[in-house]
Each structure stands twice: as C-alpha cells, then as structure tokens.
C-alpha cells in the first residue's frame, strides 16, 4: 500500500501507463513531431492525421461530433472561452448571465470579470440539497439573458445537476446554456447528441490523461458563435489559436477511449468503495455528509466531523492525501463557499473533508482509511474543550465567546 494512501482523484489523477507509453511516440525525432498546422510536408499531415483521432475518441466519449471540439489547456480555458467568448461575441444580444455560487472558481472568476467590464450575472442559491431549482431558475432569465452556465457534477459535494431540464429551459428561451463537465465526464455517461447543451468544458486529467490540456465543445447545429480570447494562426476554427501540443492531445484521447471502454466498470468499482468508506465512518458521532450517495456522482464523499477543524484533521492524517475543500480554494482559511452556499453552517464547512476514489484505488486502501479516520477523530476530540463542553450538555451555541 503506498503511504499516503492517494484519495484525491477529483483534484487530479495519475496518467495511465498506456497512455504516458504513448505519448513518447510524438515528442522525439523517431516520433511523429511535427505541426499538424504545417500543410506543406508529410511531418505535419502525421500530426494532424493523430490530431484528428484524438478528436474522434473524445467525441465518442461525449456524443458530439469531431468538428465540435477545440482544444484549450485544460478546463479553466474551457470555461472562461465559453462564457467570455459568447458574453463579447453576443454581448449586442443581452448582458445577463446566469449562474450559481457553487460553481468551480474558474466559472465565477470569469463571471465576475464580466460584471467588471458591464455584464450583470445572477448567482443562482441551489437548495439545501445542492441542487439548483428549475423554477428560480426560470424566474431569474430575462430578455438580456444570453448565457446559463451550470456545471454537471460539483468538485467539492460531488452533487449531479438536472442538466437535461436545464438544456430544455434555455432552448426554449433561446438562451446558451454552458455545462463545466470537469468532473463528469468519464465518470457519467453523457450524449450529447440527446441534450440542448450548447458549449461543454472536459479536461484531460480529471480522467487519466496529461496535465495542461483539455477541451470545449461548441455546437454546430445550431450553431454557437463564440468570441476568440487568444489571437493569431486561425487555429481551431478560429476559436483559440496556438500551436497544438500533439502529445498532450493523443494523451488525452487515449485517456478518453480507456475511459469509454472503463466507465461501467469504474462506475460500479468508485459507487462499492465510497459506500463502504462511508459505512465504515458514518457511525462516529456527530459526523455529517455533504454528499448524494444515490445521486451524487460516485467518486467524491464530503462529509464534516462536528467539533473539529477541517485543516487540524487533515494533519492528523498524514498517511491519506485528502483535501480540505477544494484544491484550488484550500490555501485560504475561509469556509467553503460551496458548502455554506447549501446552508452548511460555518463550523460544519469548516470541519469539511472531501474524499475523493479513482480507478487504482483499493479495498485495502479503503479499509485502511476507515481506521485512520476512526483513530484520528478519537484523538482530536479526546483533546477537543468544545468536545468536552458538548458531551457534558452545554449548548455552544448559547455561549458568548470573548473576542477581545
Ligand atoms: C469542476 C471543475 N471545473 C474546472 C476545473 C479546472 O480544470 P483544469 O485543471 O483542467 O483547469 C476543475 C479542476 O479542479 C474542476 O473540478
């Protein structure tokens, strides 16, 4: 067993060997290296000839179809491409945007950009559950509403979004509807082919695939229009222009395939072990989850340990790599802003961890992470005065605290 015990899958995953074996074959003089925008030769041909079957793996993987992909960096371009590029490209259309406040950084940073440069946004509140109701958003689209961005599966919680009702709604208002499906995609089957979804953001190592490249998808019929934010060489139809990094992309397509190939298997495999990491932890007391164990996507389990801090336990456990929040927000002290946006208390998002399983974890490992849970919660409470106050009937909160 490695130590730590790696159970930080939604942060990102490991590169499978087959598809790393790959992607030396496109990096070296025996390789094929060229650049597939170089018309001129047989180097540049190879290199868009793997380009093109990396974009026909992907599209089986999603439903679309090839011509419908352009290739960013990873999922933070996705999304800022989608909804910047349609705010500018439509901005004589409308200014409004809808949203909600439980969406990835790199949807709300965009997002609040725009508002800086004339765009106004709604930040839809999900329910209690996590999820967002139709009929508020309904209620918030008005007639400069050109944009509704919802992710698919949340980072943090894991919780599903209704992204097949949402994709009717904004057709029928003839508004683009934007899904950042980072951590969706590979883990649920979506066909794309079946829903009104206009623009979609996947990212490679979400799903076993290389760091640094991931993609959009833009509907062709009909057809979104989008504003480039990168200029020069008319790359990608237009949309981003750059040089393609050839190895990243047939990384990510093999990735893609695997995944296709996998997503039964490891939907069943991630669904046993986060249920037995539940049910190995739910009886320590005071502990609550954050997540849907029957809607909830099966790789993320988001539970919080009453009366001890999110930051405290997570040294305790040094054998597991587990995060606080999320990745991307956990170098602040704040609460997750996730969490407290489905009416989680303070304390409770403060007590938060996000488990996260992927393909290469095992039983072992989950048994094992039982253990450690157990014998840390045990700890940090034995030495916890607000654990003490609570098991002998103080109610905390009647207590005024001196902040001086
Ligand atoms: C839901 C979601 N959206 C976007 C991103 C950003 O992805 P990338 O690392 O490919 O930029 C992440 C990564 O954490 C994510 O989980």
Known sequence: MKNPIYLDYAAT?????????????????????GNPASRSHKFGWEAEEVIDIARNEISELIGSDSREIVFTSGATEANNLAIKGIAFFHRKKGNHIITSKTEHKSVLDACRYLESVGF??????????????????????????????????????????????????????????????????????????????????????????PKGIGGLYVRRKPRVRLSAL?????????????????????????????????????????????????????????VYLNSDLKQGAPHILNVSFNYIEGESLIMALKDLAISSGSACTSSSLEPSYVLR??????????????????????????????????KSIHRLRALSPLWEMFKSGVDLNSIEWDHT
Not at 17 to 29: D, G, H, R, S
Not at 253 to 281: P, V, Y
Request: contains cysteine; charged residues 20%; glycine residues 8%.
């Open 13 to 33: 995953t490991p590169v499978e060997f087959k598809v790393a074996k790959k992607m030396m074959n496109y990096l070296t003089i025996d390789g094929i290296f």
């Open 120 to 209: 106004s946004v709604t930040y839809l509140t999900p329910k209690n559950n996590g999820i967002i109701d139709l009929n508020d958003l309904k209620k918030n689209i008005n007639k400069n509403t050109i944009l509704v961005s919802i992710m698919h599966v949340n980072n943090e919680t894991g919780i599903i979004q209704d992204i097949t009702n949402i994709s009717k709604i904004c057709r029928s208002h003839d508004i683009f509807f934007h899904v950042d499906a980072t951590q969706s995609v590979g883990k649920i089957a979506i066909n794309l082919k079946n829903l009104f979804v206009d623009l979609m953001s996947f990212s490679a190592h979400k799903i076993y695939g």
């Open 230 to 286: 990168s200029h020069g060489g008319g790359h990608e139809r237009g949309m981003r222009a750059g040089t393609l990094p050839v190895h990243q992309i047939v990384g990510m397509g093999e990735s893609f395939k695997l995944a296709r190939k996998k997503i039964n298997d490891d939907f069943i495999h991630l669904t046993n072990l986060r249920n037995d990491l539940w049910n190995g932890i739910k009886n320590i007391e005071e």
């Open 341 to 374: 946006a489905l009416g989680i208390k303070d304390e409770l998002a403060h007590s938060s961890i996000r488990f996260s399983i992927g393909r290469f974890t095992t039983k072992e490992e989950i048994q094992h992470t039982v253990k450690s849970v157990h």
